[in-house]
């Protein structure tokens, strides 16, 4: 059964509150807008493969927050890259891990730049990020 936009307002509606004394507008939803995005996938391969990509015409700098786990292992790192059309600059700070689940590097593949991850092992292995992205 399709859902109708009066029942698509009120869903949005029940998940915001606004605080009128503090100005200050709260939801339980989670929001996604063009420059922020999340995403996760799961592997069970030592391959590089890119876990997220955005045009580079559009945006210049890209900070990610990037979360693996393998078991109860852990690796959790913040990445910034910045591009200038052909190459990419990257840095990940702020590492915390148990052992070192992935390696991260970034790339331009036609018109798009490619935030790149490769497992370190053959075993399961959950990666998910938070991304906020600038324009150019």
């Keep these: 059964m399709a859902k109708t936009n009066s029942f698509k307002i009120?869903?949005?509606i029940r998940g915001i509150s606004f605080d009128v004394d503090n100005d200050v507008i709260t939801t339980t939803k989670s929001i996604n807008s063009k420059n922020k995005a999340r995403g996760n996938a799961t592997r069970t391969a030592t391959?590089?493969?890119?876990?997220?990509?955005f045009s580079k015409t559009t945006y210049r700098v890209a900070r990610y927050i990037v979360s693996m786990?393998?078991?109860?292992?852990?690796?959790?790192?913040?990445v910034i890259l910045v591009h200038e059309g052909s190459n990419v600059i990257l840095t990940s700070y702020g590492?915390?891990?148990s052992e070192t689940l992935a390696t991260?590097?970034?790339?331009?593949?036609?018109?798009?730049v490619r935030l790149l991850v490769t497992p370190s092992s053959a075993t399961s292995t959950v990666?998910?990020?938070?991304?906020?992205?600038?324009?150019a």
């Design 47 to 53: 391959t590089e493969f890119a876990i997220d990509t």
């Design 104 to 112: 991260i590097d970034a790339d331009i593949s036609g018109s798009d």
């Design 95 to 97: 590492t915390l891990k």
């Design 10 to 12: 009120a869903e949005l």
């Design 127 to 135: 990666i998910k990020f938070d991304r906020t992205l600038v324009e």
């Design 69 to 78: 786990s393998k078991g109860s292992a852990y690796h959790s790192t913040e």
